[in-house]
């Protein structure tokens, strides 16, 4: 770039399955300086497939889409370019969730309610090759690294406690005894640090780790 040329803006895609949400963050990203959004999709396949034709600098993703999700747009997205740049934006806090966005390689995890500026200024923190945690969404996951992990079957018991299923309907959808149902039911008790099914399933909800709409 020679002196006294202009540099170039930032080039985003917004990936969200809300029409209306897409629309108010292309007014907002476009209203800042140095930044211009050249696309955007309504789920995780789309922006697959819009990233590959565009090749944005950095991309915001919903994290709750149907179909491809945003996590599983990340992982398929950095597959194809490992150097994808992008930014989660969500309308949870759950400490799951910021996890799981995480390690599919997202480059960091903002909440649709923040100022704007904040959300411009960890565009332009990502695009220079930066990770960028705000520091309300580093709490949130801190306080998950002190949380017993639960074990596969564990989670899959705990998603068909939270839909309600008695030890029965579980041992039969999961292909296991009563039996067993209990023992992992009494373990995640102990993990989640809960007396019952019903605090289970609301510490479930509260921290992401399972979603009603699943």
Known sequence: MTNGEAKAPIRVLIADDHPSMRMGLIALINSQAGMEVIAEASDGEEALEVYKDTKPDVTLMDLRMPGMGGAEAILAIRKCDPSAKIIVLSTYDWDEDIHRALQSGAASYL????????IAETVKRVNEGEASLPKSVAKRLAERSHREQLTERERDVLEALTKGRSNKEIAASLSISEETVKSHLKTLFQKLKVRDRTEAA???IRHGIVHLDE
């Open 202 to 204: 609301i510490e479930a």
């Open 111 to 118: 909440l649709k309610d923040m100022p704007i500026e904040d």
